[in-house]
């Protein structure tokens, strides 16, 4: 143990530049202390291992060694979490890692990114559209929603102690739409304005720091992450006025997002997004329906299946290659993001989905859709999927 914590006490202050005399320096002890730690014929006092470890930035039990063994044990947790479906499990898993593992954010990130999804899956998001005919939340609903309260101050707690930037960032991002659904809107939107403005992105500037093959490719990765953004943030403005599902605004709007995924990836090969896509086309069918405009409904959701197809042909080539990048021109230097197939395949229900967003209220179309036979031939169809 004493050559294992000399040599570890040396590496530490090798990979920092610092000089003995300056290490004993602040730690308060003699140049010849340290080096006789580092040459393992004496060991630090037990006071002064606390000391050591700030000064260096590190844990007591990495001086010890014992930091690998609890990584790999951290990584364990982290890996069943995020391979696990069962919110209920997972709150339950990463509850006892917590108690394990008390100052590890990821694993407190975790369970408060957890604690927030099964919110939504117990206790719903409740919505409507006030007098005005916007969006708003019940907020006396969600008030008694004890998942969100309790994520809310996990968050909290991490903004406080948090080291890492993208924990951080992930954080207030979090913590913002719970905000939002509490009530809070004020402390919302102090939190994202602790954020950058859109052109201080990192997908943004990662192509304005570099030249060459490696711009192209980042300026590929940020188109794509734009067009992604564009069709989330047109679903979500759509949805927050409801005078606009009295025009035909949301189809145009929409069938331009979808053209958008369309020009990026020319050769038909969206890679991960062929899930986006078919969502949206999904709920394109909707407002085609509203629009009266039934021919082309059925048409989007056939290519909604199709989209479908595509993606679950694609799991099982991508898994088995380690940097798989798209095929058109534009983007052939750009990777996928093998995150995008983390929850597996598209599920045969899809039809049990549509059309995903829900606000406003869809029973009606769901009811005029579903009495046509071509609603029966494009659910057998996803049935196969």
């Not at 008390?102 to 919505?127: K, N, V």
């Not at 093959?213 to 067009?227: C, D, I, N």
Request: net charge negative; with cysteine; proline share 4%.
């Amino acid at each position: 143990m004493q050559v294992q914590l000399g040599q570890k006490i040396r590496s530490l202050r090798l990979r920092g530049n610092r000089t003995q005399a300056e290490t004993a320096d602040a730690l308060g002890v003699s140049p010849q202390a340290v080096s006789r730690w580092e040459m393992g014929t004496t060991y630090p006092d037990l006071e002064l291992l606390p000391a050591i470890a700030a000064y260096f930035g590190t844990s007591i039990d990495e001086l010890f060694g014992f930091q690998s063994d609890r990584e790999a044990k951290i990584e364990d947790i982290l890996r069943k979490a995020n391979q696990n479906t069962d919110v209920d499990e997972r709150l339950a898993l990463l509850r006892t890692a917590v108690l394990d593992f008390p100052g590890d954010e990821r694993i407190l990130y975790q369970l408060a990114a957890t604690l927030s999804e099964a919110g939504w899956q117990h206790l719903h998001e409740h919505i409507d559209y006030n007098a005005d005919g916007y969006l708003v939340h019940d907020i006396e609903q969600h008030r008694e929603n004890s998942y969100w309260n309790e994520s809310v101050r996990l968050f909290e707690k991490l903004l406080d102690e948090v080291k890492s930037p993208e924990i951080l960032h992930d954080s207030i991002y979090n913590l913002t739409l719970l905000c939002c659904n509490l009530g809070q809107y004020e402390k919302g939107l102090a939190l994202a304005e602790r954020m950058p403005p859109l052109r201080y992105s990192r997908e943004l500037l990662r192509s304005y720091a570099v030249d060459g093959a490696e711009k192209h490719r980042y300026e590929g990765e940020s188109l794509v992450e734009l067009a992604n953004e564009f069709a989330s943030q047109t679903v979500y403005t759509l949805m927050s006025k409801r005078a606009l599902f009295d025009t035909d605004i949301p189809v145009k709007m929409l069938s331009g997002a979808i053209h958008l995924f369309e020009l990026l990836f020319e050769d038909g090969n969206l890679g991960g997004y062929h899930s986006v896509v078919c969502e949206l086309l999904m709920y394109l069918s909707e407002h085609q329906w509203r629009c009266g405009m039934h021919d082309e409904a059925f048409a989007s959701l056939g290519k909604a299946a199709d989209h479908a197809e595509k993606f679950n042909a694609l799991y099982d080539s991508v898994q088995t290659i380690d940097h798989p990048t798209y095929t058109t021109p534009l983007l052939e230097t750009v990777p996928m993001r093998k995150e995008r197939w983390v929850h597996g395949k598209i599920a045969p229900d899809l039809a049990d989905h549509w059309p995903i967003w829900t606000a406003p209220d869809y029973d009606d179309v769901y009811a005029e859709m579903s009495a046509d036979a071509r609603w029966n031939e494009w659910v057998k169809r996803t049935k196969a999927l």
